[in-house]
C-alpha cells in the first residue's frame, strides 16, 4: 500500500503564497508521477501539475508561471510552491502518485488540503 501525507494548505490573503508538502510511505516503487489535483463543490478534480519519474513536468495553463512542483527523491516528498495566489485557486488540494502495475497503473491519492485565497 502506499500512503500519502499532505501539509501546508491554509488561509492567505490574494497575491500570497504557500508551499505544499506531500509524503510518500509505504510501496512507492515503479512511480509513474506524482503530482497535485484540486476539487471544489460540485466540480471535477482537477489537474494543477505533475511530475513524471523522469522529472517532467506538466501544468494547468491557470497555474503555469505561479506554481511549480519539485520533489526530494530522499525524502519522497514532492511539493508545490504557489505564488501569486488568486481567490480562484481556492480548493481541496490532493496529492496523488500513480503507480504501475499488472493492470496497468493505480492512483492513490491523499487525505486533501484545504487552500482558500481570500480577497
Known amino acids: 500500500q502506499v500512503q500519502l501525507v499532505e501539509s501546508g494548505g491554509g488561509l492567505v490573503q490574494a497575491g500570497g503564497s504557500l508551499r505544499l508538502s506531500c509524503a510518500a510511505s509505504?510501496?512507492?516503487?515503479?512511480?509513474?508521477?506524482m503530482g497535485w489535483y484540486r476539487q471544489v463543490p460540485r466540480k471535477q478534480r482537477e489537474l494543477v501539475a505533475t511530475?513524471?519519474?523522469?522529472?517532467?513536468?506538466n501544468y494547468a495553463d491557470s497555474v503555469k508561471g505561479r506554481f511549480t512542483i519539485s520533489r526530494d527523491n530522499a525524502k519522497n516528498t514532492v511539493y508545490l510552491q504557489m505564488n501569486s495566489l488568486k481567490p480562484t485557486d481556492t480548493a481541496v488540494y490532493y496529492c496523488?502518485?500513480?503507480?504501475?502495475?499488472?493492470?496497468?497503473?493505480?492512483?492513490?491519492w491523499g487525505q486533501g488540503t484545504q487552500v482558500t485565497v481570500s480577497s
Open positions: 496523488n502518485l500513480r503507480r504501475s502495475d499488472f493492470i496497468g497503473y493505480t492512483d492513490y
Open positions: 511530475m513524471t519519474s523522469g522529472s517532467s513536468t
Open positions: 509505504g510501496s512507492i516503487f515503479r512511480i509513474n508521477a
